[in-house]
Each structure stands twice: as C-alpha cells, then as structure tokens.
C-alpha cells in the first residue's frame, strides 16, 4: 500500500504542472536549490486492530468471507513550491482536483483524504521558492484475509439420534 499511495500522489503532482520529478526524500529537500519543486514524503501509518466481516462473490460466483484484520492509515505530506504565488496557487488547485477520492489497490478501495493544508512565504519556507505549500493527504484502508465460505443450504444432513 505504502508504494501505490506514494506512486499516486507523484502521479497527480506530475499531471498538475510539477515538470520535475517529484522528490520523496526530506534531506534532499533541504538541499534543493530550484525554486519550481514537489515532493511527496512519507508522515507516518497507524495501525488498528479491526475484526469486522463481510460475505461476497468473487469473479468466479463463489461465496468468500472477507475478514478486515487491520485498518492502516499512512499520512504523507505534499509540498508545492513556485516562485509565482499565482503559479502554486495554480498547480496545488488542480492537485486537489486530480486526487479525486482515493484509488483500487489489489480491488480495495483505498480513500485518499487531504487536510492540513499550511502555505509559507519567502524565509518561512526552507524551499528556495518564493511561495510553498505544504499539504496532509492521509489514504486509509486495511489489511484483509479472504476464506472460503461453505454453504450448506442445498446439502443433506443425515443426523441420528439415539
């Protein structure tokens, strides 16, 4: 999950505007020296214990029980960062337009939630943009184990009592 969400979130910078390849390291960060930049780098994951449990058919009309073991919430950050106020304003709205609701990730749904947006200004920033945004974009979804499910409704239980 960790590898899909980050592959996203590059992929939506780069649709946005950001023209070079978007940095994923905080130490490389702080040595850039372009004022035009994106990053996505990673915050941090939660992990709680879930024991929910759903019945579905799979492709093939077989009855499966899907058992969600963990719910796991990762956290990165998106920074944006231009030399043109107008420009980032720009590129972080059709961010926030191409990152739509989240994405399919072995046929979960994984919800993409952004938040925490803060913008920094000229020495604020420890860009050498002139303007920069730094943006929260927590994906939740979950760790899940699939069994079969035996139905016994057209079976014939031969039972005998004593």
Sequence with gaps: MFYECRKFLIDKLKESGIRMEPITSTKKLNTYTDSHVGAVLFHEENLNRNGSKRLYEDQTGAARRRRKIFDRNLSFGVVIGEYDPQKAEIIYEEFLRNLGSGLYIDGNFIYAEP????????????????????????????????????????????????
Excluded at 139 to 158: A, E, N
């Design 115 to 162: 938040s925490d947006a803060e913008w920094a200004e000229g020495e604020d920033s420890i860009l050498k943009a002139k303007i920069a945004v730094q943006l929260k974009v927590t994906f939740s979804g979950g760790v899940y184990r699939d069994t079969d499910y035996l139905d016994i409704g057209g079976k014939q239980l031969d039972i005998k009592t004593e």
